[in-house]
């Protein structure tokens, strides 16, 4: 580990429930991160792996147990609190890159910095820096349906970075994308990490987690293995 | 960025908006319309009473203006009577009778008023002059009919004898001026003449008798109670006042308003559904957007506006189409019932009236409010992980 820990999870279960009896999700995962760190959460479908990540990313709560993000225990923060918490402190990234179709990708890179009031010129220049550091400043007109799955992915990106986020929390970013592209979206989370931000994976892609330097193993909602990789050259 | 957002939402599927519009529109118009026709009629007899002054109406005890065939008797003496009532300042009498103008293409049938015509409040001269002894003005109507012209004399009988085959009460008359009936329609055959010349044709069944009276009062004079006072002098006359007459006619059109009243409310109901089927419709399609933007920070308040702007911009949109929708089909459809044979020119049934028709579509827009904010709540309150989890299936 590369520093103090960012993200503290301490015995967490999610239990949702059902008719007959509930699904424990999570069953009482612990685990820290460091500021730095890039992390992987593998395992099989239906592991627990994506509600972990929802956790982590206080888009929902612990049954029991708790959640720590940069010292905020985000697992008790009302809904109005926890959303603005989300949208200062985490960047996330989703399968399906989820762009809103009606804005450009300048303008869906902007969405948080317009939700979070930041001035209209400065939210501007920030959007087109994001969308430069992801190699898309000249698709920053393009509508979503305009751009590929791989372009598309990378604005998702730059709008996970608008707000300066403390944490990146992407759930299978390069499900929905082929090897090529999955590739320039795994460099991209590389470097990301390399200029100092922290990231969560959840993947099932092998060469995402291979990418990572620590990749956590889970099975029936549980942490089965906990493994630094060696850092790469 | 809430604003357009919401604008750009309603563009992404242009013409399930379009179409939306138009159904609000017609809704908004319909609204409109129901508005327009329960004050109209309303707002347009009592502008037809109140032309000329005239606050009271004075009849025979316990009937309507020209409801029945009684008359006042000692004409004379009642105008006298009311003259000298305090905050009386103009009494008009009215006879009516009906009339038959003789002559080579056929006996015409007319009514006629006997009026005096320095005081009189029943037409408007368009052309010549007042009618003085044996002469009468007529009606475009009448003057169509008898091919007669300013200046001509005609026959004109008060009555048929049926047994004899003949008319009763003859006198040459001149026609001195051409003249717009007020409470007549324009196809009515019609003539004023003075009431003496009336009376007498009228024998001695209507010597020194009026249908009614016309009394104008002084502006600082309550109407009522002059005609309560009017009513203590004569006690063979009931004085209805513009007020009392308009009550009545109230009561007596209620089912008009009553109609436009469940019509309007229908229009509303319609307009909401349209509203909250449409921006159901569209939040349903956007779940998963919503729930990206709730998983990134946009809160709960940002996405129930947005969705509220977006019904409140179909309810205004639609508002605005349906205003200019609701005039026209107002103006037609008014067209059409004053048609109607009987009715004076000066009715209106559709009266736009902006503080009514506005209130009307300020309240549709309201309904669009409240049709956006159930949608919304609902988007707004999603459980973010468990929709991402079904959307992710999905």
């Given at each position: 580990?590369s520093g103090q820990p960012l993200l503290l999870v301490r015995d967490a279960h999610r239990d949702y429930p059902r008719s007959a009896?509930?699904?424990?999700?999570?069953?009482?995962?612990?685990?820290?991160?460091?500021?730095?760190?890039?992390?992987?959460?593998?395992?099989?479908?239906?592991?627990?792996?994506?509600?972990?990540?929802?956790?982590?990313?206080?888009?929902?709560?612990?049954?029991?147990?708790?959640?720590?993000?940069?010292?905020?225990?985000?697992?008790?923060?009302?809904?109005?609190?926890?959303?603005?918490?989300?949208?200062?402190?985490?960047?996330?990234?989703?399968?399906?890159?989820?762009?809103?179709?009606?804005?450009?990708?300048?303008?869906?890179?902007?969405?948080?910095?317009?939700?979070?009031?930041?001035?209209?010129?400065?939210?501007?220049?920030?959007?087109?820096?994001?969308?430069?550091?992801?190699?898309?400043?000249?698709?920053?007109?393009?509508?979503?349906?305009?751009?590929?799955?791989?372009?598309?992915?990378?604005?998702?990106?730059?709008?996970?970075?608008?707000?300066?986020?403390?944490?990146?929390?992407?759930?299978?970013?390069?499900?929905?994308?082929?090897?090529?592209?999955?590739?320039?979206?795994?460099?991209?989370?590389?470097?990301?990490?390399?200029?100092?931000?922290?990231?969560?994976?959840?993947?099932?892609?092998?060469?995402?987690?291979?990418?990572?330097?620590?990749?956590?193993?889970?099975?029936?909602?549980?942490?089965?293995?906990?493994?630094?990789?060696?850092?790469?050259? | 960025?809430?604003?357009?957002?919401?604008?750009?939402?309603?563009?992404?599927?242009?013409?399930?908006?379009?179409?939306?519009?138009?159904?609000?529109?017609?809704?908004?118009?319909?609204?409109?319309?129901?508005?327009?026709?329960?004050?109209?009629?309303?707002?347009?007899?009592?502008?037809?009473?109140?032309?000329?002054?005239?606050?009271?109406?004075?009849?025979?005890?316990?009937?309507?203006?020209?409801?029945?065939?009684?008359?006042?008797?000692?004409?004379?003496?009642?105008?006298?009577?009311?003259?000298?009532?305090?905050?009386?300042?103009?009494?008009?009498?009215?006879?009516?009778?009906?009339?038959?103008?003789?002559?080579?293409?056929?006996?015409?049938?007319?009514?006629?008023?006997?009026?005096?015509?320095?005081?009189?409040?029943?037409?408007?001269?368009?052309?010549?002059?007042?009618?003085?002894?044996?002469?009468?003005?007529?009606?475009?109507?009448?003057?169509?009919?008898?091919?007669?012209?300013?200046?001509?004399?005609?026959?004109?009988?008060?009555?048929?004898?049926?047994?004899?085959?003949?008319?009763?009460?003859?006198?040459?008359?001149?026609?001195?001026?051409?003249?717009?009936?007020?409470?007549?329609?324009?196809?009515?055959?019609?003539?004023?003449?003075?009431?003496?010349?009336?009376?007498?044709?009228?024998?001695?069944?209507?010597?020194?008798?009026?249908?009614?009276?016309?009394?104008?009062?002084?502006?600082?004079?309550?109407?009522?109670?002059?005609?309560?006072?009017?009513?203590?002098?004569?006690?063979?006359?009931?004085?209805?006042?513009?007020?009392?007459?308009?009550?009545?006619?109230?009561?007596?059109?209620?089912?008009?308003?009553?109609?436009?009243?469940?019509?309007?409310?229908?229009?509303?109901?319609?307009?909401?559904?349209?509203?909250?089927?449409?921006?159901?419709?569209?939040?349903?399609?956007?779940?998963?957007?919503?729930?990206?933007?709730?998983?990134?920070?946009?809160?709960?308040?940002?996405?129930?506006?947005?969705?509220?702007?977006?019904?409140?911009?179909?309810?205004?949109?639609?508002?605005?189409?349906?205003?200019?929708?609701?005039?026209?089909?107002?103006?037609?459809?008014?067209?059409?019932?004053?048609?109607?044979?009987?009715?004076?020119?000066?009715?209106?049934?559709?009266?736009?009236?902006?503080?009514?028709?506005?209130?009307?579509?300020?309240?549709?827009?309201?309904?669009?409010?409240?049709?956006?904010?159930?949608?919304?709540?609902?988007?707004?309150?999603?459980?973010?992980?468990?929709?991402?989890?079904?959307?992710?299936?999905?």
């Amino acid at each position: 580990m590369s520093g103090q820990p960012l993200l503290l999870v301490r015995d967490a279960h999610r239990d949702y429930p059902r008719s007959a009896e509930p699904v424990h999700a999570v069953r009482g995962v612990s685990l820290d991160v460091a500021q730095g760190e890039y992390v992987a959460i593998v395992g099989p479908s239906g592991c627990g792996k994506s509600t972990l990540l929802n956790l982590l990313g206080a888009i929902d709560r612990p049954t029991r147990g708790g959640v720590t993000i940069g010292g905020t225990a985000v697992s008790t923060l009302p809904d109005k609190a926890a959303t603005r918490f989300r949208l200062t402190n985490i960047g996330f990234v989703f399968q399906r890159f989820y762009l809103l179709p009606v804005l450009t990708a300048q303008e869906n890179v902007e969405l948080p910095m317009a939700e979070a009031k930041v001035k209209l010129t400065e939210r501007r220049d920030r959007a087109r820096e994001l969308l430069g550091y992801v190699g898309l400043q000249a698709r920053a007109d393009h509508r979503p349906a305009e751009l590929s799955g791989g372009e598309q992915q990378r604005v998702a990106i730059a709008r996970a970075l608008a707000n300066r986020p403390i944490v990146l929390l992407a759930d299978e970013p390069t499900g929905e994308l082929d090897a090529r592209t999955g590739s320039d979206v795994i460099a991209l989370f590389d470097r990301l990490n390399r200029d100092g931000m922290t990231i969560v994976v959840v993947t099932h892609d092998e060469n995402l987690a291979g990418a990572a330097r620590r990749v956590i193993h889970m099975l029936d909602g549980r942490v089965i293995r906990d493994e630094p990789l060696l850092r790469r050259a | 960025m809430r604003f357009q957002l919401a604008a750009l939402s309603l563009r992404r599927h242009a013409s399930r908006t379009l179409l939306a519009v138009l159904g609000v529109a017609v809704s908004a118009a319909m609204l409109l319309d129901m508005v327009m026709l329960a004050t109209g009629m309303r707002q347009s007899f009592a502008s037809l009473l109140g032309r000329n002054g005239f606050t009271l109406r004075v009849s025979p005890r316990g009937t309507w203006p020209f409801d029945t065939e009684a008359t006042i008797a000692q004409a004379r003496d009642a105008t006298i009577a009311m003259q000298r009532i305090a905050g009386v300042t103009a009494v008009a009498p009215v006879l009516g009778a009906t009339i038959h103008v003789l002559g080579g293409r056929g006996p015409v049938t007319a009514f006629a008023l006997g009026v005096d015509p320095t005081v009189q409040g029943d037409y408007e001269l368009l052309e010549g002059r007042d009618p003085p002894a044996d002469a009468l003005v007529a009606s475009d109507a009448l003057l169509r009919a008898t091919g007669a012209r300013i200046g001509d004399t005609l026959d004109v009988a008060a009555g048929f004898e049926s047994q004899l085959r003949t008319y009763t009460g003859r006198r040459r008359v001149v026609v001195s001026g051409r003249a717009r009936f007020t409470y007549l329609s324009a196809d009515d055959r019609a003539a004023a003449l003075q009431l003496a010349t009336v009376q007498a044709m009228g024998g001695a069944d209507r010597a020194d008798r009026v249908s009614l009276f016309m009394v104008r009062t002084a502006p600082n004079v309550n109407p009522d109670v002059a005609g309560g006072a009017i009513e203590r002098a004569l006690p063979r006359v009931s004085a209805l006042s513009t007020g009392g007459v308009i009550a009545e006619a109230e009561h007596r059109l209620s089912y008009f308003r009553q109609l436009a009243f469940i019509l309007g409310a229908v229009s509303l109901i319609v307009g909401f559904l349209l509203v909250t089927t449409i921006v159901t419709v569209s939040v349903n399609e956007r779940i998963g957007e919503i729930a990206i933007m709730r998983a990134i920070g946009v809160s709960r308040s940002h996405v129930v506006h947005q969705i509220v702007i977006e019904g409140i911009g179909l309810s205004l949109t639609g508002a605005a189409a349906g205003l200019i929708l609701g005039v026209f089909t107002a103006k037609w459809l008014n067209s059409i019932l004053r048609g109607f044979p009987g009715l004076p020119d000066a009715i209106d049934f559709f009266l736009f009236q902006p503080n009514s028709a506005f209130r009307a579509l300020a309240l549709l827009v309201a309904s669009g409010i409240a049709a956006g904010i159930y949608p919304a709540w609902r988007a707004a309150s999603l459980p973010i992980s468990a929709t991402l989890r079904e959307e992710a299936v999905g």
